[in-house]
Nanobody, 114 residues
């Protein structure tokens, strides 16, 4: 049973940066497309960025040029580097496998506020 543990969230000022990490348990991590999701209060969870097993990345328009998703298959970990953060980026961030969603982790809170 694969499990995800997200970390790295914090309170930052607008324009600041954070790097989120998601450690995955279980085997065969490298063959799956991985994604970062976020859910703000009162809003649906949305897929923010994804990375395939071969390293192809996709982003929603609102984060293009500011966020970078990457992975380290040797560490079973996926990262989300977030720069130029805006208040609208405030949410709980989760990782999962977009094509085969499994149990959600606890997420990590990102709050962008002055």
């Amino acid at each position: 049973q694969v499990q995800f543990v997200e970390s790295g969230g914090d309170l930052v000022q607008p324009g600041g940066s954070l790097r989120l990490s998601c450690a995955a348990s279980g085997s065969r991590f490298s063959i799956y497309t991985m994604g970062w999701y976020r859910q703000a209060p009162g809003k649906q969870r949305e897929l923010v960025a994804s990375i395939t097993s071969s390293g192809t990345t996709t982003y929603i328009d609102s984060v293009k040029g500011r966020f970078t998703i990457s992975r380290d298959n040797a560490k079973n970990t996926v990262y989300l580097q977030m720069n130029s953060l805006k208040p609208d980026d405030s949410a709980v961030y989760y990782c999962n496998r977009p094509k085969i969603i499994v149990a959600w982790g606890q997420g990590t809170q990102v709050t962008v506020s002055s």
